[in-house]
């Protein structure tokens, strides 16, 4: 079984901005699969069923970004799981909008919600699947343009990047991590289209 966590911030305030990009991926996967992510429990809004015959919960963390690793501790140790049974698909500011990379393991990387997870889990030995959701044109604070909303012009690419996201979490579970990795972190997103 996999735990694959979306990360974001809950309520409707929240729901269209940048920073959630993780919950909207997750929401794509779930449907994309049946799974109803609508039971609350753990810190996490969650769903389990199967993706490909594999067993997965989906969760989204009702802790906020800055604390996703208290609700995603709470899940690993409800569910019997282990760190490097965790997929976490995230914003990555670092990123070109639109590129998706895998990452076995490493830091933070700036971001609260992996600061939280690492620091709670006592391990980076998790997998992520980075968005890229671009840095501000503007030197406009980073917090600001992480929790303001995608523009009309950048709908072109993230419908592309969350379906791209769920074929990243599928062959992550048919293939393994450095399959994944080969496939994905080697193109861009415009290249595969």
């Keep these: 079984m996999k735990l694959i966590v979306g990360l974001g911030n809950p309520g409707s305030g929240y729901k269209d901005t940048r920073h959630n990009i993780g919950?909207?991926?997750?929401?794509v996967i779930g449907n994309a699969c049946g799974i109803k992510i609508s039971k609350k429990k753990f810190f996490s809004q969650i769903g389990t069923g199967k993706i490909k015959l594999y067993d997965v919960i989906l969760a989204k963390p009702l802790t906020y970004v800055n604390n996703s690793g208290e609700a995603v501790k709470k899940l690993l140790h409800d569910f019997s799981l282990t760190p490097k049974e965790?997929?976490?698909?995230?914003?990555?500011i670092d990123l070109e909008k639109g590129i998706?990379?895998?990452?076995e393991r490493g830091g933070d990387g700036g971001h609260n919600g992996l600061r939280s997870m690492i620091n709670l889990l006592?391990?980076?030995?998790?997998?992520?699947?980075?968005?890229?959701?671009?840095?501000?044109?503007?030197?406009?604070?980073?917090v600001d343009y992480v929790l303001s909303s995608f523009d009309k012009k950048?709908?072109?690419?993230?419908?592309?990047?969350?379906?791209?996201?769920?074929?990243?979490?599928?062959?992550?579970?048919?293939?393994?991590?450095?399959?994944?990795?080969?496939?994905f972190n080697k193109r861009r997103m415009n290249e595969e289209f």
């Design 23 to 27: 919950f909207r991926a997750v929401d």
């Design 86 to 92: 965790l997929i976490v698909v995230h914003d990555d």
């Design 100 to 103: 998706l990379k895998i990452k």
């Design 122 to 142: 006592q391990t980076d030995n998790f997998i992520r699947i980075r968005l890229g959701i671009g840095r501000p044109e503007s030197k406009e604070d980073v």
């Design 154 to 183: 950048d709908q072109e690419w993230v419908q592309p990047l969350l379906i791209r996201a769920k074929t990243a979490v599928e062959t992550l579970l048919i293939k393994g991590i450095i399959n994944a990795m080969n496939e």
